[in-house]
């Protein structure tokens, strides 16, 4: 923009066709940079984190590198300018100069990247995006200026035919712009910072507004969606049709929070937020996705393992309750109603082992000449049977 003003103030000021003709060159090294820029700077600063692929770079500035050449060369072939002659304005120098083929393709490639960027930067503002209420007529009014520039320039309104109306408008966008940012903080880092959040959040984020019709996904509620584009401004319905979970609980009016499982194996954390304006109507709701499929199957195999484990505790034998023992022989009924031996039942119904050996009254009373030898004191063992 600098480039184009400069060369064109120097083209204005210069005596002589031979040097207007040069300063003219000089000011193409802006003009042809002056739509593909602004184009980038719509996309850049209404859609930041999303790149074009260096395939659509190349076509963007295949015909403004092609203009910028033919400006060079231009006194070879007059495929861009020719026959320049004076404005005919008392006490002025300026030139009008007739235009040829290759400036008509110049000037609808300019006129596409202009209404490209002008659409991306009224979208912008309409959806609030990275503007606020006093930036965005700012913003628009700037995207509108050089429009205006270009119909007076190629129509009979220009009242100094000769004179480059596109590049005045341009400058005067310039100007507007850093008065905005002077004095309305224009381009803050701040909404930037937060479109970038949104957008590259690892969470879904779904915007609903009071028709229930869906205003704004990011890529990640895209993709859990399982959609790609074509779902801003539909009914949340429609919208919402491929994840049905997800369109009920959206349908719940008041705050809640849900997990639910979408797909195979994919788990998500519902939270919906009502979103009021300043007089306490509801103005919308956000729906917001967490990821939560690790902790779920975290979950399900402490359940797991807590079911195997009281299973497993199932399975041990223990004994436990009332047991009928004979007083006489010390035989015990088990559960089918038969005596059965002590020992036998034990065994049975725990994992104790037996080893046998003779008490010290048992050694005297089996064995009383063993007992007397040793003085009438059986070891706690005793011998074995």
């Known amino acids: 923009m600098v480039i184009w003003s400069l060369g064109s103030a120097l083209e204005t000021a210069a005596v002589g066709t031979a040097l207007k003709l040069q300063m003219i060159k000089l000011s193409y090294l802006g003009t042809v940079s002056t739509a593909p820029l ?58 009008v100069y007739g235009h040829g083929p290759a400036y008509w393709i110049m000037l609808a490639h300019a006129f596409l990247l202009v209404l490209a960027g002008t659409v991306v930067v009224v979208r912008g503002v309409m959806r609030g995006q990275g503007t606020s209420r006093t930036s965005g007529p700012i913003v628009l009014a700037a995207a509108f200026l050089p429009w205006l520039g270009m119909v007076v320039h190629l129509t009979a309104l220009n009242p100094w035919p000769g004179l480059d109306m596109p590049v005045m408008a341009f400058a005067l966008t310039g100007a507007l712009l850093i008065w905005g940012i002077s004095t309305r903080r224009l381009f803050s880092l701040i909404p930037l910072a937060r479109d970038l959040l949104v957008e590259q959040m690892a969470d879904g984020l779904i915007v609903l507004d009071a028709q229930d019709r869906l205003q704004d996904a990011n890529p990640t ?18 919208a919402l049709a491929s994840c049905p979970a997800i369109a009920r609980a959206a349908a719940q009016a008041e705050d809640s929070t849900a997990d639910l499982q979408v797909g195979e194996g994919r788990y998500y954390e519902l939270r919906t937020t009502a979103v009021r304006d300043v007089r306490g109507e509801l103005a919308g709701r956000t729906l917001h996705l967490r990821d939560i499929t690790r902790r779920r199957q975290a ?46 039942y034990i065994c049975e119904h725990s994992e104790a082992e037996f080893s046998h050996s003779l008490c010290p009254d048992c050694l005297r009373k089996l064995y009383p000449d063993l007992s007397s030898g040793q003085g009438g004191a059986a070891g706690p063992a005793g011998p074995e049977g």
């Open 38 to 95: 602004f184009l980038l700077f719509a996309l850049g600063y209404f859609r930041p984190g999303r790149r074009l692929p260096p395939a659509v770079l190349a076509a963007l500035w295949a015909v403004p590198a092609a203009g910028l050449a033919l400006a060079l060369t231009a006194e070879r072939h007059g495929l861009l300018w020719r026959s320049p002659r004076p404005s005919g304005l008392p006490g002025s120098n300026l030139l």
């Open 221 to 238: 509620a895209l993709r859990i969606l399982g959609r790609r584009e074509g779902v801003v401004g539909r009914p949340a319905e429609e």
């Open 299 to 344: 979950e399900q195999e402490k359940e797991r393992l807590i079911h195997e484990l009281r299973q497993a505790l199932a399975d041990v034998k223990t004994l436990h309750g009332l047991l009928p023992i004979c007083a006489s022989c010390k035989k015990i009924r088990n559960d089918q109603g038969s005596w059965q031996n002590l020992e036998g």
